[in-house]
């Protein structure tokens, strides 16, 4: 009966991440990073690296709970939430710059050919580079995004909930399936998030550059509202 539980406590735990993924500022973060690409592999990915940051937050600091018996006071995790605020306030101003930018980069005249008329081409992508180390480059700032959320708000809730499993190794399964989740939960929803972005890429690029700005307005005034 208590191995039951214990493993009916574990498998909670990883619904709660994937619910976790869908908090309103870990949601509005991850969006002024997707809206940057133009490519839903690239989106889930950056999704991955914010679960990935966010798992290693909560398992640093599930360790120094339940095995160094530290707390997180209330005015540390004051703290931490206001850092969050200002990040987003930061994440939001960046988003609303690049769409601005991109909509004078993206956008050129060229003709043809002599007799060819002129037109415009949209490149969604321009400047960017389709490799490996770009991608492991832009998944730093996701991973650092993660790793500040990951301390921050219910995530602190959770530690002190799995500091109350019977076992210490219980209490860092408990948070590694919590994370987990939240990084399952955030691909899944980074990708989702991402779709507009890239369906409207080429067909509506004015459509494009206004949910860029939505996405940075929606991240400043998150992050105000937690400072």
Known sequence: MVETSFYAALGLGFLLGI???TDADHMAAVSTLVSEHRS?????LLGTFWGLGHALALLGAGIATITLRLSISPALERSLEQGVGCML???GGHALLKSLASWSLRTHE???GEQAPRHVHLHPDAGQRHDHTYLLRAGRRP???GLAHGMAGSAALMV???????SPIGGLLYILLFGAGATAGMLL??????????LTASRAPRALALMQ???GVISSGLGLTLL
């Open 89 to 91: 306030i930061l994440l």
């Open 213 to 215: 700005v939505l996405a």
């Open 110 to 112: 060229h003709a043809h």
């Open 160 to 166: 002190v909930a799995a500091a109350a499993m019977p």
């Open 19 to 21: 619910r976790h993924a």
């Open 143 to 145: 991973f650092v995004v």
């Open 189 to 198: 929803l980074s990708g989702l998030i991402g779709l507009p972005f890239v």
């Open 40 to 44: 839903l592999t690239r989106s889930c």
